[in-house]
């Protein structure tokens, strides 16, 4: 006699089913992660945001090392330079599966990099680099043609106003130097079952770099591993918040909220695929 196949639960089963649908849809959407678009909130603001977490196969419940990847823009227009609207801050959330672990990293003070240039800041606070990236800026000056910049950032764990936080270095050489630091604290609020468990916002970039620079595009690749105690640990981590039965899963990934000078605001939201890994 042959043996009998098992047999699986009416929930069990209507869950493998759902799952088999899904999977192809999942998966077309995991495949058509395209790049940032422009998106246009007024005839003057148009702004971008995208990102990615790698690798994308993660274990269901226990988090595991990642490098996270974002980068957005800003684009301004108008007919007058002293009309042009102002990036005021950024803030960036990042799903409640992503985790930061700091216990034992060196941070970095505002005082070691300041006016450096990227070797030198480097040599400064080496033990507390955890990603880099990129920084671009226009300078608008009365009757001065605009200068455009776009640097090298060396991205520090930090301690900002007292809190965890980010110090971003930038350094430009072209078309002139320019070396700034732009300072992001973290802040996680308590427990809770928000889609968002993690930000990073920034101070008011006029405040901190002046109102002739605009600040127009970033980019971040975060992502550091290091040893405590002879422990290996990473200061990024991740699980795939899949549901039981779900080999894949749609989450929402991160958010970009950008505030203007005068009030305006421009959200932009990202949705990825993660798989669960085995």
Known sequence: MLPSRPRLSARRGRSVALAVLLIPALAALWAAASPAEIRCTSAEICTSFDGKLIPRALPRHKPAPVRLKLRGGVQVASTSSASLPQLNRITMAINRHGRLRLAGLPACRGAQIRDAPSAKALAACKDALVGTGRFGARLELPDQPTLLFDGKALIFNARVRGKPGLLAHVFASEPTNLAITVPFVIHRPKRGRAAYGTFLRSPSLPRLLGDEIYATSFSFNL????????????????????????????????????????????????????????
């Open 223 to 278: 992502g550091r591993r290091f040893t405590v105690n002879g422990k290996r640990r990473s200061y990024l981590n991740a699980a795939c918040p899949a549901p039981p039965g779900f080999p894949v899963t749609t989450f929402s990934f991160a958010r970009a909220t950008y505030d203007f000078k005068g009030g305006r605001r421009a959200t932009e939201t990202l949705t990825r695929v993660c798989r669960v890994r085995r």
